[in-house]
């Protein structure tokens, strides 16, 4: 795609998989397709202060974006004009995304708080405040009902999303949490911490149903399969691992990284799983075998990957601002 001034943050496809959203440094890049064509790059302009995160609604109509100052922008997502402004008390946001259903806006800041907003109409709702931690990060349930977070406490805890209330915690890491994730049907959830554990629990009561261990440092990312029932889990051990939560056990170990895996998507389909890490590389692997299918190299340290949601393209962000934009078609079909 190209080399930013400063580095790639955040990126998000438009969920017709004909769009791609950067953000870097300040600035905030767009790259749309059309009938196969590439129509070049946009850049929208009007955010002052470094950028954080992007995010599409699930339609695509809308983009949201959030970074160092006060506010978090709401922009059309196909022509790239500003739509509206929200205003909180956060001195600064981290994490944007919209709920499934595209109605509400979440984006969480340093302090522990998380700020929610009505996307028709810009009104903000009550905020969801956890005391002394440091969000990392955060997910919406499938029904859109529910907010799961995770952060430096140990703790996750699920939120009610009409009262903004705490319904349940989640306590038996060691150490930071630093992913979480719902199961596609939402009704498990599934973390991963620096204590090297991956969690599953029960997202209707909290109880802890497994703890799966394996790994030898902190794990950094936790992705569920589109039907379920395996879960990948990235680390700072160089490894990615697969595990089958119905069994409880592990699947395959994954390796072939020399560095922290930081990133894992799967395929639509699937039948590929993507992972990238700090080695500069971007490896897919076959699923079905646990067999390495691909590895292609990249200058920088790759912190981001991510598929299209047509699985026709996928995406890399490194750190020395470079984004790459893979043609998904002969990776899924080698």
Known sequence: MRKFDGAV???AFRPDGQGLAVAAGSDVWLRAWGSQQDQGLTNLQGHSGGLMSVAYNPDG???ALCGENDQVKLWDGRVGQTLRSLTGPAQGYAVVMFSKDGR?????DRNGTVHTWDVASGQPGPPLRVPNCRLIEAAFSPDNQRIATAGNDRTVRIWDTATTQVVLTCEGHESSVWGVRFSPNGGHLASGG???????WDAKTGREMLTLRGHESHVQRVAFHP???LLASASTDETVRLWDVEAGREVATLRGHTGPVLSL???PDGRRLASAG???TLRLWDVATAQEALSLPDPGKIRGVTFS?????LATASSDGTVKIWDGTPLLNP
């Not at 620096?194 to 599953?200: A, F, I, K, M």
């Not at 949601?309 to 393209?313: L, T, W």
């Open 278 to 280: 700090s080695d500069g």
């Open 61 to 63: 109509s809308r983009l």
């Open 104 to 108: 509400r806006l979440l984006a969480t």
């Open 194 to 200: 620096s204590d090297g554990t991956v969690r599953l």
């Open 227 to 229: 039907e379920g029932r």
């Open 265 to 267: 998507s799967f395929s």
């Open 9 to 11: 943050v955040s990126m």
């Open 309 to 313: 949601p047509d699985g026709r393209r």
